[in-house]
């Protein structure tokens, strides 16, 4: 009988914006599976004692290692260096998770030229030099994984978030175009879209505490824990997801007609 192969022990991942919630979640997820990890943000002070909690944790159970790099993603030299770093530490990079992102709150008509920039060139650009440069790595060592990060925002009509969805939407449409060009160089390169996470930001925004989350098993949910976008990345880049590539993959708990999680939760 065929047994599912979710092995992702001894991968050697990078892992953007990983210095709390979700990519912080998916780099402890990966290192706890095996993988070791070069995580980034742009405050080393941030990233830094994240992955000394993982090597801490390293060493009391079997996992694998972390190493932290300061990176800001809007930045190719930055980029570069951190992956020379990956590979001087861990080899090549056999997967990459594109998770670094932010955005701001504002009708479209508010948003100037910096702004628009400052957004899309995080969301999409970031997303873009990272691919570059992993992929470049990737196809001299005869594949790899990439997972880039999308929203539901990018999905359906976000108010107030113009410049954040349209960088989310072309980084879908990046996504599938990046898995028809490079499927021939044994790459994949597959897209998350989650909805609404406990991270620190959404918590502070709702007023959310974590001891007031729905327990992982509660199907009637419209708020995430970071650790569930965290599994399924780890799924995307192990072999049991072979035949997924140029896929966008929705996260965002129980379907709610239209817009209706984010009216029902005051995210307009």
């Not at 932290?68 to 980029?79: F, H, I, N, Q």
Request: aromatic share 6%; hydrophobic share 40%.
């Amino acid at each position: 009988m065929h047994t599912p192969d979710f092995e992702v022990e001894g991968q050697s991942v990078v892992v953007t914006g990983a210095s709390q919630g979700i990519g912080r979640a998916i780099a402890e997820t990966f290192a706890a599976a095996g993988a070791d990890v070069t995580i980034c943000s742009r405050s080393m002070e941030r990233v830094g004692p994240v992955a000394e909690g993982i090597n801490r944790a390293v060493d009391e159970a079997d996992g694998g290692r972390a190493l932290a790099v300061e990176c800001d993603v809007r930045d190719r030299d930055d980029v570069e260096e951190l992956f020379a770093t990956a590979v001087a530490e861990f080899g090549a990079p056999d997967a990459l998770v594109s998770n670094a992102g932010g955005e701001f709150v504002a009708p479209f008509e508010e948003i100037s030229e910096n702004g628009w920039q400052a957004v899309t060139d995080l969301n999409l650009g970031g997303t873009y030099r990272c691919a570059q440069v992993a992929g470049e790595y990737m196809r001299e060592a005869g594949g790899g994984t990439i997972v880039n990060f999308a929203s539901v925002n990018g999905q359906h009509p976000a108010p107030g978030e113009s410049h954040y969805g349209a960088a989310k939407a072309a980084v879908i449409r990046l996504t599938e175009t990046l898995a028809v060009e490079w499927a021939t160089h044994g790459i994949r390169v597959n897209c998350v879209a989650p909805g609404l996470i406990q991270t620190p930001g959404v918590a502070e925004t709702l007023g959310i505490d974590e001891a007031d989350m729905p327990p992982r098993d509660e199907a009637d949910r419209r708020i995430g824990h970071p650790e569930e976008i965290a599994d399924l990345v780890c799924f995307l880049c192990s072999p049991a997801a072979s035949f997924l590539n140029g896929e966008t993959v929705t996260a965002k708990g129980v379907p709610r007609a239209g817009n209706a999680m984010n009216v029902d939760l005051g995210l307009q």
